[in-house]
């Protein structure tokens, strides 16, 4: 707090200043202030009112299906479970998109488009740790975002159950899948919205990027499955971004596959594969786009 | 201890394709201080103060900075360095304070650290309830002072400044020099401040460095390119001719220059001969000074002598 008697005195420009004798924690300390401040920022936390609106809306209406089952459940307690663990991303994945497109932007292209890179570059860090905090928080975020609901499912299934002790032994063994499953698909969406985010400073063409590559990956798979046939036909789910985060949470979860997931019925090796692929191929771009990048 | 060279060069090059040449083998070696960096724009300043950040990558050569690697040692390196661009560079949707703490923060400094000295620098850079608000709102000149801020906070020890006085009006500009000039000099931090314009420099810098199409054309102390001269100019309002032939009848190296007459200070003080000499031939006396060379004046030898405001004798 600066005192009104500095102002009063002429040389109020020289009090403050001092030598700094202290530590200095380096290249991990930096990663986690870039970390913390990406988290916060994806929210809109320390930001003005506009900026916490869309993120904050479309996470809460990813907690909407947990709320209708809670609401269900409460009404007729006898075990009607229409939204299951397993299911869950199923309903919300467009929302999950949606949460991608406004935030990837936010936490990548900001920083381009202020020019503030310059000065993350000029610090005591490498550009690879950099990106690799920005990472770290929309994985985070989206980990957040889809967990949240998925313990107001699992407690409040466990609370509104005749008997909470034997739901919580009956389901205990589903908290790996939920935990694994989201962390699959927080780092496959996370993975790409970034890499394609990363790549302009201009907002709306990044939320644009994202948002055509899951629409149109969705589109094109949609047709092959529909056109082609045989061997082609059953591969070619593997266009559908949400295809594969559903084969990929049906094989986590060990649970029985539904729609064209049954229809096509291939190993769930493959949707891991091509989650572990895309995610890859995605991180390497980000690293070369970071590298490369003008400051 | 002898002292480490602050910045060396070994044959620096930087290209941009095969057209541009940024830097053109640039070989200098500086010990610390405060040095100005001058260059028309385009003459390799800021390409220069960017190699050094690692922010760009030479062609060829290498650089060490405070002894360290600037292509190898980079991160070792920056906790030491502070970088205030010449362009934008403040995200606007947040407060001076909070940016420059995580700016802190992101140098190494401990979350506390970093708070208490954001209070401690944004005040000596001289911003105080502002730096509460939004950076939305702020000044050209406020810009400017959180932009030095975030370089001066984790307290480092040698400061890169492109342009500082870019955008300023006279009077923020002299604050702003004011406040490098000080925190070189009172601080023991190094500082390396580019500008194009010599003024600048006169006024802050003790060493300076002039670089042109990326090569190095003259590395000095200040000092040694103001040098006086030993050359008295007498300036009077008319007859400069009659006053410069009595002169050299009394055996004095003169020449005549428009209104002014030269006179060489080879062997005596001939102030009292030259002032007898015009109250006799009746003349109006306008100046007398010993001549004092400008920085403008050495990089502009064809503009005219404007900037001498050296006391008249």
Known sequence: MSQPSEQATGSIYDLGYRRYEGVRLGRRHAMAAIYLQGLKGAFGIGRRTSSKIIPIVLAIIVMVPAAIQLGLAALAPRDVAVIKPENYFGFVDIILALFCAAVAPELVGRDQRTRTLSLYFSRSLLRSDYAVAKFAALVTALLIVMLVPQVLLFGGSALASSDSWAYLQDNWRQVAPIVGSAVGIAVFMGSISLVIAAQTPRRAYATGGVLAFFVILRAVGGILTGTLSGDYRRYSVLMDPFIILRGLTTWIFRSAPEGVIADVHISGWFYLLAAVVVAGVSLALLYRRYQKVET | ?313
Not at chain 2, 96 to 116: I, S
């Open chain 2, 1 to 313: 201890m002898p002292s480490m060279p602050l910045l060396e060069t070994f044959s620096l090059t930087k290209r941009y394709g095969l057209a541009v040449t940024a830097l053109d083998n640039l070989s200098i070696s500086l010990e610390p201080g405060i040095i100005g960096l001058v260059g028309a724009n385009g003459a390799g300043k800021s390409t220069l103060l960017k190699i050094l950040l690692g922010l760009l990558t030479p062609t060829s050569g290498s650089a060490t900075l405070l002894g360290f690697d600037v292509a190898t040692q980079g991160p070792e390196l920056r906790q030491f360095v502070g970088y205030m661009p010449e362009h934008d560079c403040l995200p606007i949707d947040m407060t001076a304070t909070d940016f420059v703490a995580h700016m802190a923060e992101v140098n190494g400094l401990p979350r506390r650290a970093a708070r208490e000295r954001t209070a401690e620098t944004l005040r000596h850079v001289g911003l105080f309830e502002e730096r509460y608000r939004e950076m939305r709102g702020y000044s050209t000149g406020m810009k400017q002072r959180v932009k030095l801020a975030q370089a001066l906070v984790h307290d480092p020890r040698l400061m890169l400044l492109d342009e500082p006085t870019n955008g300023l009006d006279p009077e923020g500009r002299d604050e702003m020099l004011d406040l490098v000039h000080r925190t070189g000099t009172e601080f023991g931090i190094a500082v390396i401040m580019s500008s194009h314009l010599l003024g600048e420099i006169e006024q802050v810098c003790d060493h300076l460095v002039v670089i042109e199409a990326g090569k190095l054309v003259r590395s000095d102390a200040v000092s040694t390119f103001t040098a006086r001269t030993g050359v008295l100019t007498v300036e009077v309002e008319t007859g400069a001719g009659q006053l410069a032939e009595r002169l050299r009848q009394q055996g004095l190296a003169v020449r005549e220059d428009g209104r002014e007459v030269l006179v060489g200070l080879a062997n005596a003080q001939p102030y009292d001969l030259i002032r007898d000499s015009i109250v006799d031939l009746g003349l109006g006396l306008v100046r007398i000074e010993q001549r004092r060379q400008s920085l403008e004046e050495l990089f502009r030898p064809a503009a005219l002598d404007e900037g001498t405001n050296v006391a008249a004798v």
